[in-house]
RNA sequence: CGGGAUGUAGCGCAGUCUGGUAGCGCACCUGAAUGGGGUUCAGGGGGUCGGAAGUUCAAAUCUUCUCAUCCCGACCA
């Protein structure tokens, strides 16, 4: 492609609406434009990423064994309603009436119109397993579209779904999925974690995230230095604490005054957070909750919504916590207190803690659980913190922010049944397909190579998803020897399958070559008058800035070598 | 939906407090010079000041309403 004829409509300045990083070098390397909240165009460069890495997915899926097909963007509410989901979704799901009045909806998810198409067209167990997947534009009507295409309202994902027979069968085929999608981005050049995500209400093991690790990300990971273990912070499991075997004191109420923070407390009686215990209300569907943790951790409100079986969980505010308790927020503790209390596991362990008196400006100390308060749950309901070891290993974790690029769940047969999709057994009996859904936000993931991949200049792709491999900068369009040269080398490398942008624009060098640096492109050759007098270019990596003048020839040769194998030991 | 902020030329901004007929930089067009890290000079085009209503002799500026966008929270690929 030439510049010159390319629709690539680089800005110096970075537009105010554009916060986050990828979404700033998406507007400025000319790569998205946007067209309202949480929609966009894609202009050519930012295409050409995102089928880079729709071809991943596809070659890696199919490898797999999976199937593609393209579903309807427009779905019935029938279906919706089949399932149970035009009620739950919520506003979420983007619903319209058609001319007829009849209702329907723009497709978040595809498990309704996947279901019912295997329900019409698989009746036997002799044709299971079967596992189909499209790469399309799905639309959720976010409540907060942001951060540019990392969180769209319309978005390119892929989907896919899995129908198995029988447990095993879908336990294998989730199995396959991790591994295909262990290989996918790992094909996309990028640092990337497997974690355990939150499985609900479903539990076990069968749901893990992949996380592109970027400082900027969104979530926060706990990862293993020794071992694979990575889980999210939502489900990362703090392991049973060691219980203190200390003589119990008698209880002791202190005067505190206008010490409410546990920083304050701690100093003020002279004891270590560790020995303090806070007393955390939250709203969980509405009703308070008391939560204890130790004065050093903080409550896992993922956690909490799963001990207690709610929706959702809320921390409660000073006015909500006095309104509920009686008790002005700072100085609130388990004895004797109106509303329901669980514990974190920690709080098991100490003894002769510290606690908040239930009236203003006192606590008391020498607090034991068991003995002086009762409560009605105790289980892993803190966050993980990098002091803590590794559940698996006991080694030493670390905590990392990662972006969720993909995401893969055993659903077992609850939309099944819900859409009665059955087959029949060996047995002739009828049965549920066992599900699993399997989804990658291709062009999130284009946005988290950004994230992950950047510098001061702009963009620093990863080769495999790059929009070209090599730009060519032809310094001096109007001096023929270079400019012959210039376009010797784009035919060439062309004839290699190099995927290749030659800048023939009639610049000045110095806007050539912050626009190469600004969109990305890995390699870069440049032809300027140390060709015309020495007849050697140079050729630049873009992430480490490493220059090598060269012969044309040798040139050439270097590029598509480098290409070649660089490519080579990514895929295999 | 709760909290915060912003809307003036394609982009970045000034002008608003104190009302007086809209400006700067970049980008764009014309011409010339220049040609290895966003070059320089000269000339030029482009604006319903987010929208509506109101106050006023007069509104980008004051008032009210409204729309849009962005940031922080709950949700998610």
Same mark, same amino acid.
């Given at each position: ?16 609406? /554009?916060?986050?990083?990828?979404? +700033? ?33 596809? *070659? ?14 427009? =779905? ?20 319209? &009436? ?37 790469? =399309? ?6 409540? !907060? ?22 447990? *095993? ?60 273990? /990575? ?28 010490? +409410?923070?546990? #920083? ?91 606690? $908040? ?44 922010? #990662? ?32 599900? $699993? ?45 270079? &400019? ?86 990514? !895929?295999?």
């Amino acid at each position: 492609m030439r510049y010159s004829e390319l629709l690539l409509p680089t800005l110096k300045e970075t537009p105010t609406e /554009a916060e986050v990083v990828s979404h +700033r070098l998406l507007l400025r390397a000319g790569f998205i434009r946007k067209l309202s909240s949480g929609v966009y165009t894609y202009l050519p460069l930012g295409l050409a990423s995102v089928r880079k890495v729709e071809q991943i997915v596809r *070659e890696e899926m199919n490898r797999a064994g999976a199937q593609e097909l393209l579903m309807p963007m427009v =779905q019935p509410a029938d279906l919706w309603k089949e399932s149970g989901r035009w009620e739950k979704y919520g506003p979420e799901l983007l619903r319209f &009436t058609d001319r007829h009045n009849r209702e329907s909806c723009l497709g978040p998810t595809h498990e309704e119109v996947i279901t019912d198409l295997v329900r019409r067209e698989i009746h036997s167990y002799r044709d299971l397993p079967i596992n189909l997947y499209q790469i =399309q534009t799905k639309f959720r009507d976010e409540i !907060r579209p942001r951060f540019g295409l990392m969180r769209g309202r319309e978005f390119i994902m892929k989907d896919g779904y899995s129908f198995d027979a029988t447990e *095993e069968g879908a336990e294998a085929t989730y199995q396959k999925m991790y591994d295909a999608y262990q290989r996918i981005f790992k094909r996309c050049g990028l640092s990337f974690r497997a974690v355990e995500a939150d499985t609900g209400t479903i539990g076990g093991s069968f749901s893990h995230e992949f996380m592109v690790l970027a400082d900027t990300g969104e979530d926060t990971l706990a990862i293993c230095k020794h071992c694979d273990y /990575a889980a999210n912070m939502e489900k990362a499991t703090v392991k049973q604490p060691v219980s203190l075997d200390r003589e119990l004191l008698p209880l002791q109420k202190v005067e505190t005054p206008g010490k +409410r923070k546990v #920083g304050a407390v701690c100093e003020f009686l002279g004891i270590s957070p560790e020995e303090l215990v806070k007393t955390m209300v939250y709203l969980a569907d509405g009703d308070p909750v008391a939560v204890l943790v130790r004065g050093d951790h903080e409550v896992q409100p993922v956690k909490l919504k799963n001990m207690l079986g709610a929706v959702e969980v809320e921390l409660a505010d000073d006015k909500q916590v006095f309104e509920t308790t009686g008790v002005p927020s700072g100085y609130l503790g388990p004895i004797n207190l109106n509303i329901k209390i669980v514990a974190d596991l920690e709080v098991e362990g100490i003894k002769n803690f510290t606690i $908040g008196a239930n009236e203003k400006n006192y606590h008391v100390q020498n607090t034991n659980l068991g003995r002086d308060f009762k409560v009605s749950q105790v289980g892993d309901l803190r966050q993980i913190t990098e002091d803590d070891p590794c559940p698996d290993c006991g080694g030493d974790l670390e905590l990392t922010r #990662g972006i969720e690029v993909g995401h893969i769940f055993k659903l077992g047969d609850s939309y099944s049944k819900a859409l009665q999709a059955t087959f029949q057994d060996s047995n002739s009996e009828e049965q549920n397909f066992i599900m $699993g859904c399997y989804g990658i936000g291709v062009s999130r993931t284009v946005a988290a190579a950004i994230e992950q991949n950047h510098d001061e200049n702009g963009i620093v792709f990863p080769l495999p998803l790059a929009p070209f491999q090599v730009i060519i900068l032809n310094l001096d369009p109007k001096n023929e020897q270079i &400019t012959g040269a210039a376009e010797s080398f784009y035919n060439q490398l062309q004839q290699e399958s190099i995927e290749v942008l030659l800048d023939d624009r009639d610049e000045r060098p110095g806007v050539k070559f912050k626009d190469a640096d600004l969109i990305g492109i890995p390699y870069r050759i440049t032809i300027g008058k140390r060709f015309a007098k020495e007849g050697e270019v140079e050729v630049r990596m873009r992430k480490d800035g490493l220059i090598k003048s060269l012969s044309p020839d040798e040139a050439v040769a270097e590029v598509v070598n480098t290409i070649r194998a660089e490519i080579k030991a990514i !895929r295999d």
